[in-house]
């Protein structure tokens, strides 16, 4: 095998995700290097106190308060210490040397995205920032690369977790704004000063990158349109919910009819795009009304590609950090490849597991007879086999004179392997109390 390079890397920033991606650098740097085609050297962490506790333990050499220096001499630079300044001059500093630069800071890129570019094209250096938006979910490049040859017509998304975490409280426990804010401070979903969240700010910083890639131009927060959601009461909850919806507040891009449009052309001269942050009732029935929690998605709608959806953790350590690996790797074979990186690699040599081998969640619906302790008898026969019942709900069927015509039983799985549950199906078929096993279906996301 040829000898890999070298590059070396430098990381602005050891908190919640930087910590996180020190550790992926160090521990997993075999793995990086087969990725990226070269090796990823750690070369030097910039923090402004040496001396804070760190969530994982990293070597003490590595630490430094000048990151000036530091980013002069690096190959790719990685921006996590947020705020504008200093990171915008030491983004600037590394790309005017040639580095790469890797950032999570979406209040940067919203604010002052165009000058970044600019020097990034200028470098001839690639700049991303995948981690901005949406956390660990891949959205920029998807749009940015796979849709490319498309046109998107509008961008929903959740882009905040708090936010979604407290309007799904009050949805759920008919709770009022404060209380469920304080019960996303108390669970470590909110901040003390929760602010640029619940006013929408963070999530109109997203609005302006998401709109900026949906629609090849350069919008910033000046063009976001932002309401937050301190004002969404109980009573507009319960109003929602009584009509078949659900509040969520969404990060809204999207083209405005066109006036004139010319098909084919770049600018599609006469159309407006609407950027926007406000609470929103979706049907109850709609993709995004299902994201609980504080979780994220973003709903895309393309000419061609039609209804798209991508969901997952919009924040948190060890998910964003996933998301400034991916870029980082990306970043570091257009270096290797003097261009565009490799669209995938066949580094990883795993074989192909059988179905039996599979582990999932299952629905198993049974026609039982209607005796004292058969529920008993079926959850005994499950335990058995180590399949864990996760639901099991009875319906009874009566006829018109109120005789029971027959007993249907609904369970549904913990996680179990497909091989115990065929041999747990099995044994359930021979029970004296099993008329017949109506249905088994594989059950994801739950
Ligand atoms: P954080 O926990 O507050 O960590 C910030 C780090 O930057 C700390 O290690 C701090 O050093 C260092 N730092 C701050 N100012 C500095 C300065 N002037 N000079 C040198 N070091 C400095 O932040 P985070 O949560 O990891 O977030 C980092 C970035 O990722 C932000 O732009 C954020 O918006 C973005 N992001 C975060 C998340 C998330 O879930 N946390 C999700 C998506 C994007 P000390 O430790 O010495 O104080």
Redesign the pocket.
Known sequence: MTELRTLKVAL????????QVARILLDDADMLASRAGARLELVGI?????D?P?EVELPHALFT?D?ETLVKDADLVI?????IE??RTLILTAMRNGACVV??????VAKDGPTLHEEADKAGVQLSYE??VA?AIPILRPIRDSLSGDRITRVLGIVNGTTNFILDQMDSTGAQFADALAEAQRLGYAEADPTADVEGYDAASKAAILASLSFHTRFSLDDVYCEGISSVTAADIAAAKDAGFVIKLLAIAEKLPAAGRETGTETDAGTGVSVRVHPTLLPREHPLAAVRGAFNAVFIEAENAGELMFYGQ????K??AS?VMGDLISAARSIVLGGPGRAETTTGQVSALPITAAVTSYYIGLDVADQPGVLAKIARLFAEHGVSIEIMRQTIHRDADSTIESAELRIVTHRASEAALAATVEAVKSLDVINSVTSVLRVEGV
């Open positions: 602005l920033g050891c908190g919640n995700v930087g910590a910039a923090v402004r106190n040496l804070a760190r308060t990151a921006e996590l210490m947020g705020g200093p990171a950032t999570g800071n979406k209040a940067l981690a901005a956390g919009g924040a948190g350590g998910p964003t998301a």
